[in-house]
């Protein structure tokens, strides 16, 4: 594919939420013109409001919203798609019991708009870590051409009501896989990068904090409640993830390939030791014992995506810090 220009048409769906946010903040400073795709027109213009504050242009010529309220409808895809140069696909079906089969349809649903549409010439898909690994960790090095088999397995052979463990790692894994096998099926003429993010921190754009952020806030608050649960991760600012889903846009050679969005392992004792330097006078709780509370020992080898950026990530603590400066700390 030839690099999209400056000024180029690009679709974000779901551009309101935490990650697509910073998505398209970078694609407006980069010279995209972007249409977010959202469920609520009031929240499109909150959004504006929040980057004309960060002296972005997000006039009505660079930045304009569509309304998408079912995420399986192709009909819905294709209003959004008119005379549009690349997709990002980050929004996600809302949760419910068939969520997995929604995650596919969505997938399918995206890939045959942009078909349709005819002028399309990449779409980046925000798919997971998730789709590649789950705990406990492996021996061995993981890269792109890895899959989470375990956890398709699992959601499969469980009851019912354990299914919800696993349905995030089965959605995001059958989810791609499908897009993947849609691509080599249909042989469009654009071409398909997916992106592997894992936990991302990093500052809040606007609107209540959720995920993450939430998380950071409860520490705060001595609740170690949702740090217990993620336990031991990888990390990365979301800054980053933006940044990597618009230079996958303008890459020549990242045609058709996965691309980890993968900064370094982090664990629950790393935040607050974090939190607690550059927030002395906060009431943290103790350090968690036993591995719940420890960084992840599982190996990534996400280096496409640190060469992307030209070769570095930005720290833990930068995105912990400006994380919890963004919800009022």
Request: proline residues 5%; charged residues 25%; glycine residues 8%.
């Amino acid at each position: 594919m030839s690099t999209l220009e400056p000024g180029s048409l690009i679709v974000i769906t779901g551009l309101t939420g935490y990650i697509a946010s910073h998505i398209g903040l970078v694609a407006l400073r980069s010279g995209f013109h972007v249409r977010g795709t959202v469920r609520s027109r009031a929240r499109g213009e909150e959004l504006r409001e929040a980057y004309t504050s960060l002296g972005v242009d997000a006039s009505p010529e660079k930045l304009c919203f569509t309304v998408i309220d079912d995420l399986t409808k192709q009909e819905q895809f294709e209003r959004a798609f008119e005379d549009v140069d690349a997709v990002i696909h980050v929004a996600l079906p809302e949760p419910s019991a068939t969520w997995v089969q929604d995650s596919i349809a969505s997938n399918v649903a995206l890939l045959n708009a942009a078909k349709k549409a005819g002028a399309v010439k990449r779409i980046v898909l925000t798919s997971s870590s998730a789709a590649v690994h789950s705990e406990p960790p492996t021996e061995k090095v993981l890269d792109d051409k890895d899959w989470n088999d375990g956890a398709i397995q699992r959601f499969q052979s469980v009851p019912p009501a354990e299914k919800a463990k696993y349905i995030y790692g089965a959605a995001k894994t059958l989810a791609e896989r499908e897009a993947w096998k849609w691509m080599e099926e249909q042989k469009p003429s654009f071409d398909l990068v997916a992106l592997l993010p894992n936990a991302n921190f990093g500052p809040l754009i606007f609107g209540q904090p959720r995920s993450t952020a939430d998380m950071v806030l409860k520490l705060f608050k001595g609740d170690t409640t949702d740090v217990k649960r993620l336990g031991p991760q990888w990390y990365i600012d979301v800054r980053d993830t933006g940044a990597l889903h618009v230079l996958s846009l303008t890459d020549a050679t990242v045609s058709n390939t996965r691309i980890w969005a993968a900064a370094g392992p982090c664990g629950a004792n790393e935040f607050l030791a974090i939190l607690r330097k550059n927030f002395p006078q906060a009431k943290l709780p103790e350090d968690i014992d036993g591995p719940r509370g420890e960084s992840s020992t599982q190996k990534i080898d996400s280096e496409k995506g640190r060469l992307m950026l030209g070769g570095k990530w930005r720290t833990l603590e930068d995105a912990l810090v400006d994380m919890a400066k963004s919800v009022g700390y």
